[in-house]
């Protein structure tokens, strides 16, 4: 459908979950010196206008990232988070707010490298124009799951895919898990991050169930929730579920989350980290 248009949304409680995991994972990957691979399947592009009236209309980052933007208590384990923030805004001022691109590209080392899919044809030329001679970027105009399907194993053993389609369409939940399916058999060592939306309960519960068929060992969610389940239309929540996790992710996101939930939704909040499928 391609309808989908993150500049409305940039910034919202589910951007925070969503890159403060990514965030988490890659510098677990930089605790040792060999290269490794992010790959984005939906990037968007790359940076995002806070100012902008997209954004200004919805003004879903003023129950997000402004919730804590600025405050001097953020856990020690946000703070690489709030660093690919800062790198975007000359001053203290929250204008722009980072994609998972520019927050994964903040965390990237000499030896690394990162592939990027977009599909959007306006979104498409303006990543193009974000990461302009960044010759540890690659960039393809694609579907972002055949890409992925294309680019496995890649030539490094270590890595970060993060999967976070828009959700237009009920069969994304499926294609999903479909692409799990596919890149695993590639690429059994590599994390997956999965981002979701709450939208209808059913459609996540699905995915799950899809997902412990598979057969992967070591499964992980983490969901932050703004307000309780509902079957009228509207995003409640959003998680992430990991494929492969970093040991030390479950506690730093059971560290963060008590502190997101005070921050961005004390009444009516909620969150939950749980294993899926263990070891």
Known sequence: MLSYRHSFHAGNHADVIKHIVQSLILNSLKNKEKPFVYHDTHSGVGRYDLTHEWSEKTGEYKQGIARIWGNKDIPQDVASYIDSIEMLNSDDTLRYYPGSPRVARAHLRA??????????????????????RDRQVKIYKDDGFQRLKGSLPPAERRGLVLIDPPYELAKEYRDVVTAIAQSYKRWA???????????????????????????????????????????????????????NPPWTLEKQMNDILPYLKDKIAPATGHFKVEWIVPE
Do not use: C
């Open 111 to 132: 030896q690394d490298r990162m592939v990027l899919t977009e599909l959007h044809p306006s979104d498409f030329p303006l990543l193009e124009q974000e990461f302009h």
């Open 189 to 243: 060592t590599g994390i997956y991050a999965i981002w979701y939306p709450v939208v209808n309960r059913y459609d996540i519960d699905d995915m799950i169930e899809g997902l412990e068929g598979l057969g992967i060992r070591k499964i992980l969610q983490i969901e932050l929730g703004v307000s309780p389940d509902t079957n009228e239309r509207g995003m409640t929540a959003s998680g992430m579920i990991v494929i």
